[in-house]
Nanobody, 123 residues
Framework: QVQLVESGGGLVQPGGSLRLSCAASGLRFNLYTMGWFRQVPGKGLEFLATSDYRDGRTNYRDSVRGRFTISRDNVKNTVYLQMDSLKPEDTAVYSC????????????????WGQGTQVTVSS
């Protein structure tokens, strides 16, 4: 079965950096657009970034563009999210997801999800 497993979350000070990883198995990774979302308690899933399966093009939420970078390794079947200049409002559970569509930004367009990893930005 398909599995997406995130890692790399933790506690970081404001202005710091973290790199999240999402290892995929059970699917043809190079045929899926990979995305990152986050969620805080009481709120819905928030789209952050995608890496398109067709051409590797990336797309970002405005509030993270320039601070977050999504990348993928189709040999290792892994997608990454490099997060720099972190702010307290970036605190959330971060999840990766896989979609057979091009440039999906809605959570409903994604077929597979990881369990999420907590990121806490605090001094």
């Amino acid at each position: 079965q398909v599995q997406l497993v995130e890692s790399g979350g933790g506690l970081v000070q404001p202005g710091g950096s973290l790199r999240l990883s999402c290892a995929a198995s059970g699917l043809r990774f190079n045929l899926y657009t990979m995305g990152w979302f986050r969620q805080v308690p009481g709120k819905g899933l928030e789209f952050l970034a995608t890496s398109d399966y067709r051409d590797g093009r990336t797309n970002y939420r405005d509030s993270v563009r320039g601070r977050f970078t999504i990348s993928r390794d189709n040999v290792k079947n892994t997608v990454y999210l490099q997060m720099d200049s972190l702010k307290p409002e970036d605190t959330a559970v971060y999840s990766c997801a896989a979609s057979g569509r091009s440039r999906p930004t809605s959570s409903s367009e994604y077929s597979y999800w990881g369990q999420g990893t907590q990121v806490t930005v605090s001094s």
